[in-house]
Every structure is written in C-alpha cells, then in structure tokens.
C-alpha cells in the first residue's frame, strides 16, 4: 500500500518495529493465535516474536489469554493464546456521494459499532469537508478509541488528493490534508472502488485469496484488483479501469472522450438514456428493468446490451490478470442485475480465455455503509502498517 495515502496530524501510538506491525496485521486480518503459531505464520523466530508482542502488549493493542493445551499425546506447556484488542482502536470510515455522506464506527477487525448519515447541500470542497467532520464528530463523541478518519469517493485519487471526480465535480481537491487539519486525526482517502476491495481483503470474500477482481456496476462502472495479496494502484492512482475499456468501437460516445466503453453502455446515465431514446416509459433503472421482465423488446435489448458490454470488460481483466474471483456489485446489483446477469455471464464466458472462463464469478448487493465500512478498512490498514514503515 502506499504510504503516501495516509496523513499522520499526531502520533500517540508507539512505534512499532516492523516486526510487530507483521505480528498485528497478522492477528488483525486472521485472529488471535499462539506465539508458535504466530512464528509459524510470519516467518519470525520465537525470540523475535516475543520482542513484538511486548510493545503491543505494553499499548494495550493485544492481550494474553486462555491458556491452549496441546492435544493429547502432544508434548510441551500449554501455549497462551494472543489476542487482538479489536476496541482498543477505532477509526471512522465515510463514503461521499453527491449528495449524501455514509459513516461508519468500526474497530481494528472493521466490525460496524455505529452508524450515520448526512446530507451534503453544498458540493463545494470546503462546505463537504465541514459536514465530514460534523459527521466524524458525531461519530466518535464518547468514543476516545477513535484514532483515524477512513474516506472513500469515487474518481481519480491518489496519494489523498482527489484529481478529478466527476461526481462530485471536483478537480485538484488535497482532501486528505484538509479532513486531516479539520478532525486532528491521522486522515486517509482512497478511491472509493479501490475502498471497497480492501475491505473484502480484510474481512469479506477476499481473504484467503491472492487474487480477486471487483466490479461496479452503477452511475459508473468501476473496478479494482488484488493481485499477489496487495491492491493494484497502477501509476498515480489508476488502475484496473474496467469502465473504460472499449468493447463496441461504433458505440455511444463515453465522457472519457472516447466511445463505446464499457460504461458508456452499461452505466446507470447510459442505460436510461438508451431506454429513452428507444422510447422506453421509464425514468429509473427499476422501470426499465420491469418492462424488461415483462417481457417489453427494447428494455430486454438495452440492459442485454449492458450485460454483455459488463461480461466482455470482464472477461479482458481475467484475461490480463487471471483472478481467482471476480466479485460483481454496485448500484445495479438488485435492481435490474437479475435481467443483465445472463448477458454479463454469457459474454464473459464467451471472451475469457482458456482457464480465465472457470474464474467465479459473484453478484452481491450492497449498501452504501458497506462502502463506509470500506473507507474504515483502509483506515485501519494504515493504522497498522504506519508506524513500521522504514
């Protein structure tokens, strides 16, 4: 991950070497174990391990419990089982949307402890950044655990700086250093798709997996990879933009500049504009997608159009990166995905190569918390890394 994402206002949390930030990572992301399974799993010696666990047992991160006896017939002292202190740290993850704000309160293993929305009137930097923090403010008033602000928002982020967000309309936008100078908590800001696959790698269908493609289908098509266990971030910040790949070169015109993406034919503006131009009654995706079901020609026409340009960008990720998984929400998912999801696995099949085709593929709804959760996620990480970065 980059540590270039993150700002650090304070520092109250030790400095950890970076083999104690191996041992928490290790507990965070697949729970509590014994020092001898703690050396087992990272590859530190029992002495090194017993030099990191003392300063997280000293910061209150971890605790000491529950003696584990060996199975019977097994020779050796019982082992003391470590265990993660998930409440001693918290973060507050939020997702920005035009028009709203979503957090979240979430500890060190991103379980959901409250939840909050606001609108935002205002789409102007200045006027968003103060509802964030009049949101991470409520959030975390009774809750001194909470050391760190995850965001999460769609467009061009890198290095917590939103170059471009379409959505919001915003362009050259140091939002992290600004939340940061706000709240006075060490601040992160990612890409919101990007926010959303750490997430899944931390405490959904990604771990376990060196691999996994996610997908999002809504007013934009976005995507991001785990590749090798570690997000794909691509040179300043983009990577994996699936949204973008051109997959009928006589297409509508996408606002890239370029014509026949794939979200110029399957995001949610796309398809509504199809619809309207074939004379479709219909001015929300769920009414095209109920004239699709009742079996209306041009609805079907439109989201099949949709599912096989979805299919087909899939199908060239796969084919350049090899997923394990691809894991398929947004938006769309639950509303009209039943009706493109046929097209989307008919054309992905069709355009996979060899064992590309075998990769699974998941559709899962989703709400806009869990994209909070996700921005929380993120927080965490870099709680846990920041303080061993050499």
Known sequence: ???????????????????????????????????????????????????????????????????????????????????????????????????????????????????????????????????????????????????????????????????????????????????????????????????????????????GLSSLALVTVGAGVGSALLVEGHVVRGHSGVAGEVGHVLVDPDGPPCHCGNRGCVEAIAGSRAILDRAAAAGLPATTLDEVARLARAGQPEAERVLAEAGRAVGTGIATVANLLGPEHVLITGEAVGTDYDVMEPHVREAFERHAFGSAARTALELRPLRFVDWARGAAACAVEDFVTRYGRS
């Open 1 to 207: 991950m980059s540590s270039s994402r993150s700002a650090d206002v304070h520092r109250s949390e030790p400095a950890l070497s970076p083999a104690a930030t191996r041992v928490l990572r290790q507990l965070v992301l697949h729970g509590d174990a014994t020092r001898t399974g703690l050396a087992h799993d990272t590859g530190l010696t029992a002495g090194a391990i017993t030099r990191a666990v003392r300063p997280l047992l000293e910061a209150g991160l971890l605790d000491e419990t529950g003696e584990r006896v060996p199975a019977e017939g097994a020779l050796g002292r019982p082992a003391t089982t470590v265990t993660l202190r998930a409440l001693a740290h918290q973060v507050v993850g939020v997702k920005l949307t035009a028009d709203r704000l979503f957090g979240v309160v979430a500890d060190l293993r991103c379980g959901v402890l409250d939840e909050s929305s606001v609108p935002v009137d205002d789409p102007r930097p200045e006027a968003v950044v103060e509802r964030v923090a009049e949101l991470v403010a409520g959030l975390r008033a009774g809750r001194p655990e909470v050391g760190g602000v995850g965001l999460a928002t769609a467009g061009d982020v890198d290095a917590g700086h939103v170059a471009y967000s379409p959505f919001l309309g915003w362009r050259d936008v140091p939002l992290r250093d600004q939340v940061a100078a706000r709240t006075g908590l060490p601040t992160t800001v990612e890409n919101d798709v990007r926010a959303l696959l750490t997430g899944e790698r931390w405490y959904g269908v990604g771990r």
